[in-house]
Nanobody
Framework: QVQLVESGGGPVHPGGSLRLSCAAS????????MGWFRQAPGKEREYVAA????????YYADSVRDRFTISRDNAKNTVYLDMNSLRPEETAVYYC??????????????????WGQGTQVTVSS
């Protein structure tokens, strides 16, 4: 079965940086667009970023563009999210996602097939 395991979350000061990783198994990794969503307490899960199967195309929510970078290493079946200039309002559980269609990420979380368990990111002074 498909498994997505996130790591790299934790506490960080405002303006700081973190790198999230997501190791995938049980799927032909390059056949899947990969992405990240986040969910803050009391809010809906929101799209953050996505990357095509071979990494040639990347997509970002407007709120994170120019601060976050999504990348993937198909030899390691791993996708990354580098987050810079983090803000307190970006405190959330960050979820790794896998779906064959990169367009589904922009449509919303209910269109995504596979999810990781999430990793907490807390931005606070």
């Amino acid at each position: 079965q498909v498994q997505l395991v996130e790591s790299g979350g934790g506490p960080v000061h405002p303006g700081g940086s973190l790198r999230l990783s997501c190791a995938a198994s049980g799927l032909q990794f390059s056949d899947f667009a990969m992405g990240w969503f986040r969910q803050a307490p009391g809010k809906e899960r929101e799209y953050v970023a996505a990357i095509s199967g071979y990494g040639g195309s990347t997509y970002y929510a407007d709120s994170v563009r120019d601060r976050f970078t999504i990348s993937r290493d198909n030899a390691k079946n791993t996708v990354y999210l580098d987050m810079n200039s983090l803000r307190p309002e970006e405190t959330a559980v960050y979820y790794c996602a896998a779906d064959r269609r990169v367009g589904n990420y922009m449509l919303g979380s209910r269109y995504i097939n596979y999810w990781g368990q999430g990793t907490q990111v807390t931005v606070s002074s």
